[in-house]
C-alpha cells in the first residue's frame, strides 16, 4: 500500500472511531505536495505494497487526490446512519436543486451517473427503440443498450474528433419513429473534446422537439473553453433533456457511487420506477459537502489542466500529436497499434486507457498526479525509443 493510501484509509477509518478531529490533513498535504510540486516522488515500491497499489493509476478518469477534508469528515460524521435505508440524507436532492437553481422535483439520484445512464436506457429503448450517438463515445451505455437489445446508430467523429451535430441530427430525423434518445457526452470520453454550446443548441433546434436528449456532463469540472456551457437551462426551458452529473470525478468519489439526473419532472418520473433508489447513505452527507467545497474543486481542476499541459507539450516535444483536452484525461497519438503498448505500459507498473475502436492508434491517458505523470513519461520514452526521430 503506498503513503498515500495507508495514510488516507487510516484517516478515514480512524475518523469513524474516534474523536471528529483526528482526520488528519496528512495524505491530502501529501497528495497535494505529489500533484502541484512535481518534484517530490513518492517512493514507487514500499515493502508490503500490493500490485494495485503500486501502479501508477491512469487508466479510469479517476481524482488521484481523493475526497476533500470536509467530505471525510461529512462522511465520517454520517457514519452513525449507516443501518439506516437512506435517510437522514443531508438534504442531497434539495442541495442539488439549490446548485443548479431546479426545483427537487428535477432531480434523480443514481449510484454513480452509470446508473442514470442505465435508468435512461431502460426507461427509453422500449420496443425497438434506438440510441443516435457518437462513435466512440462513452461505450458503457452503448454496451447497455445492446444488453437490452436495443441499437445504437453511431456516427463517426469529424476529422479533428469533434462530434458531428450536422449528421447526429440528420440520424435523428431520418429514424425519428425509433429513437429512443440522443446520447451526447460533453466533454466527450474519450477524446476530451467538447460540444460547443452553439453545437448543442443546433443539435436540440435541429431534431424533433420530443425526443429525448441524455447530456453527459461527466467531466463538466474540468472544461476551460468558453465556448462550452453547461445544459441545465435546456431543462427549465421544459425541453425533454436529462443532464447526467457524477460525484466520481472532481469530488473523488468515484467508489463512493454518486450521481444524478437533472431534467423535467415528467422525464424524471418515467425514470424513476426504473432506478434501484440504492444510493448508500454516507455519500449523501459526502455529496452535500463537496457541492459546497468550490475551493477544493478549484484546485483540483488547477493541478490537472495544469499536468495535462505539461505532459502533452512534452509528449509533443517527443513528435506526438495530442488531441485538445477540456477533461482529466487526453489521447496522444501513437502512429502504431495501441493494446501491446498498453500491455507493454503495464509491464512498467503504468496502468493506462483501453483501446476506443476505431481510434486504435490512439491511447487515452488520465490526468495523475505530478509522480504518476512523470512514471508514464519515463515509460514512454522507453516503450516509444524512436520518439524523438518519428517526428522528423
Ligand atoms: N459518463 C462518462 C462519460 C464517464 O466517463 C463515466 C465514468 O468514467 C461515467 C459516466 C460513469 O461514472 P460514474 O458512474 O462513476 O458516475
Redesign the pocket.
Known amino acids: 500500500m503506498s503513503l498515500q493510501h495507508t495514510v488516507s484509509r487510516r484517516g478515514f477509518v480512524g475518523g469513524l472511531t474516534t474523536a471528529l478531529g483526528y482526520l488528519t490533513l496528512k495524505p491530502h498535504a501529501y497528495a497535494w505536495a505529489q500533484g502541484v510540486g512535481g518534484a517530490s516522488l513518492a517512493p514507487r515500491v514500499q515493502q508490503g505494497l500490493d500490485e494495485y497499489d503500486a501502479f501508477a493509476k491512469l487508466a479510469?478518469?479517476?481524482n488521484p487526490y481523493g475526497p476533500s477534508d470536509v467530505v471525510l469528515k461529512a462522511m465520517t460524521r454520517a457514519f452513525k446512519y449507516a443501518n439506516r435505508y437512506g435517510y437522514p440524507d443531508g438534504g442531497i436532492v434539495e442541495e442539488i436543486a439549490k446548485h443548479h437553481g431546479v426545483k427537487p422535483e428535477n432531480v434523480m439520484l443514481?449510484?454513480?451517473?452509470?446508473?442514470?445512464?442505465d435508468v435512461s436506457c431502460s426507461a427509453f429503448l422500449i420496443g425497438d427503440e434506438k440510441i443516435v450517438g457518437s462513435d466512440p463515445?462513452?461505450s458503457?451505455?452503448y454496451q447497455h443498450a445492446t444488453s437490452l437489445k436495443a441499437d445504437t446508430i453511431k456516427v463517426p467523429l469529424l476529422a479533428d474528433f469533434r462530434q458531428d451535430i450536422p449528421t447526429l441530427i440528420k440520424a435523428t430525423r431520418t429514424h425519428y419513429r425509433n429513437v429512443g434518445f440522443v446520447y451526447l457526452?460533453n466533454?466527450?470520453?474519450p477524446t476530451g473534446r467538447i460540444v460547443t454550446r452553439q453545437e448543442v443548441r443546433q443539435l436540440l433546434d435541429g431534431i424533433p422537439e420530443d425526443v429525448p436528449v441524455l447530456i453527459?456532463e461527466?467531466?463538466h469540472h474540468f472544461v476551460d473553453d468558453p465556448g462550452y456551457a453547461t445544459s441545465v437551462p435546456y431543462v427549465l426551458e421544459g425541453r425533454p433533456v436529462i443532464v447526467?452529473?457524477?460525484?466520481?470525478?472532481i469530488a473523488a468519489l468515484?467508489g463512493m457511487?454518486?450521481?444524478y439526473a437533472i431534467a423535467p419532472r415528467e422525464i424524471i418520473q418515467r425514470m424513476r420506477p426504473f432506478s434501484t433508489g440504492s444510493v448508500n447513505a454516507i455519500v449523501k452527507w459526502g455529496g452535500v459537502a463537496a457541492l459546497r467545497d468550490t475551493e477544493t474543486q478549484a484546485k483540483v481542476k488547477k493541478v490537472t489542466l495544469d499536468l495535462r499541459a505539461k505532459t502533452t507539450a512534452d509528449l509533443q516535444a517527443l513528435g506526438y500529436s495530442t488531441i485538445p483536452s477540456d477533461a482529466n484525461f487526453f489521447m496522444v497519438h501513437l502512429r502504431r497499434p495501441v493494446q501491446p503498448v498498453i500491455e507493454e505500459f503495464k509491464k512498467k507498473g503504468v496502468l493506462v486507457g483501453r483501446p476506443f475502436p476505431p481510434m486504435l492508434e490512439h491511447l487515452r491517458v488520465s490526468v495523475g498526479t505530478a509522480e504518476e505523470m512523470s512514471r508514464f513519461l519515463t515509460a514512454f520514452k522507453e516503450i516509444v525509443p524512436q520518439a524523438r526521430t518519428a517526428s522528423g
Open positions: 479510469n478518469n479517476e443514481g449510484a454513480g451517473s452509470g446508473e442514470i445512464l463515445s462513452y458503457i451505455l457526452c466533454p466527450n470520453n453527459d461527466a467531466y447526467a452529473r457524477t460525484f466520481s470525478k468515484a457511487r454518486l450521481g
